[in-house]
T-cell receptor
């Protein structure tokens, strides 16, 4: 158990809908990262938050957004869902900014039908 | 941009050593990582190496880094069937706010034959 908690584990929704994925980082970790894992694109970095502030953006679509709350949990919002958004979405957290270790949650498997 | 490449598949017999290879392009890489993903599971951090090191050993795992050739390898001694999984190589520095956190390779599927 990495200590990073993601909910829900599985999500099935229809095209055009909006979903929210939740991540609770390890206790004391200020950084949260979101990744998308799909068969054709592999593991793609989406976005990084540190202590509530956005720090870096990767290949995140405009239909997707994220935030990190004062209690350090983070949410990834996916809207106007398309079939191609079906993937595993991982959250990772790391120790205080500058730490080399990033620990991943179990992921949320999103299926868009 | 950064790129990390791995071979897709490796098959070994139980008890043999496995060597999984990775190459990367970013010469400024600070840390290099190996993660393990079992079916239906998340990514488990196995080990990492700082870029000024050549080797790191952790029980059955040995990481070798050739910085000149930008080549990283993971050796698993006495491979067991429980080691069957996908192994991801990654480079980056999670604390670096000026760039993406980690760049991953496509993963090497390790199959251990009993």
């Amino acid at each position: 158990d990495s200590g990073v908690t993601q909910t829900p584990k599985h999500l099935i929704t229809a095209t055009g809908q909006r979903v929210t994925l939740r991540c609770s980082p390890r206790s004391g970790d200020l950084s949260v990262y979101w990744y998308q894992q799909s068969l054709d694109q592999g593991l793609q970095f989406l976005i990084h938050y540190y202590n509530g502030e956005e720090r870096a953006k990767g290949n995140i679509l405009e239909r997707f957004s994220a935030q990190q709350f004062p209690d350090l949990h983070s949410e990834l919002n996916l809207s106007s869902l398309e079939l191609g958004d079906s993937a595993l979405y991982f959250c990772a957290s790391s120790v205080v900014e500058g730490g080399p270790e990033a620990f991943f949650g179990q992921g949320t498997r999103l299926t868009v039908v | 941009g950064e790129d990390v490449e791995q071979s897709l598949f490796l098959s070994v017999r139980e008890g043999d050593s496995s060597v999984i290879n990775c190459t990367y392009t970013d010469s400024s890489s600070t840390y290099l990582y190996w993660y393990k993903q079992e079916p239906g599971a998340g990514l488990q951090l196995l080990t990492y190496i700082f870029s000024n090191m050549d080797m790191k050993q952790d029980q059955r795992l040995t990481v070798l880094l050739n910085k000149k050739d930008k080549h990283l390898s993971l050796r698993i001694a006495d491979t067991q069937t429980g080691d069957s999984a996908i192994y991801f190589c990654a480079e980056g520095f999670p604390g670096d706010t000026g760039r993406r956190a980690l760049t991953f390779g496509s993963g090497t599927r390790l199959q251990v034959q009993p």
